[in-house]
T-cell receptor
């Protein structure tokens, strides 16, 4: 009964470092999403995917990349971390109208 | 583009008080509307939804009615509990084309005191 699993839960990066936030779902959902949540700002869509091999930009894609080689996995890549990318990142998946969220990754860039 | 505007928080209530969190939206077509709840340290969970005009979504004593004429989806609960303390997000999903994107409001922090 895993649902949407994100790793790691916490990470501290130095400016300029790179990392990949992992997201996997076991519900065979076609749609997957990456959001960032900044204090008092709600959730902003970074990238989304409507199926394996298909990705598209959301509202705030700059500084990030994604891939979707399988239905299950949707990793988010930060190539050159910047302090502005300090945030909580949520991965989500959906089959139709209901979205399921992971527990989030709290990232701090110093 | 699509957008959701919800009541600014934080909202602080005493236990058993009546709750209303206002939400209005702008969207083309006929979106589905949602309320999500985020408890401290957790991801978002679906609280309730409505997929067409005049539908009422309900769950755990919370209700919201899809009002197309006022483009609103206000969340209500008759008697809140301490355990309802959380951040509440209004959201819409427009299924125009083949892209099912969720658009969220900024969230409203609710604190219920005993």
């Amino acid at each position: 009964n895993a649902g949407v699993t994100q790793t790691p839960k916490f990470r501290i990066l130095k400016i300029g470092q790179s990392m990949t936030l992992q997201c996997t779902q076991d519900m065979n959902h076609n749609y997957m999403y990456w959001y960032r949540q900044d204090p008092g700002m709600g959730l902003k869509l970074i990238y989304y995917s409507v199926g394996a091999g298909i990705t598209d930009k959301g509202e705030v894609p700059n500084g990030y990349n994604v891939s979707r080689s399988t239905t299950e996995d949707f990793p988010l890549r930060l190539e050159l971390a910047a302090p502005s990318q300090t945030s909580v990142y949520f991965c989500a998946s959906s089959l139709d109208s209901r979205a399921f969220f992971g527990q989030g990754t709290r990232l701090t860039v110093v | 583009g699509d957008s959701v505007t919800q009541m600014e928080g934080p909202v602080t209530l005493s236990e058993e008080a009546f709750l209303t969190i206002n939400c209005t939206y702008t969207a083309t077509g006929y979106p589905s509307l949602f309320w999500y709840v985020q408890y401290p340290g957790e991801g978002l969970q679906l609280l309730l939804k409505a997929t067409k005009a005049d539908d009422k979504g309900s769950n755990k004593g919370f209700e919201a009615t899809y009002r197309k004429e006022t483009t609103s989806f206000h969340l209500e609960k008759g008697s809140v509990q301490v355990s309802d303390s959380a951040v509440y997000f209004c959201a819409l999903r427009n299924s125009g084309g083949s892209n099912y994107k969720l658009t969220f409001g900024k969230g409203t922090l609710l604190t219920v005191n005993p």
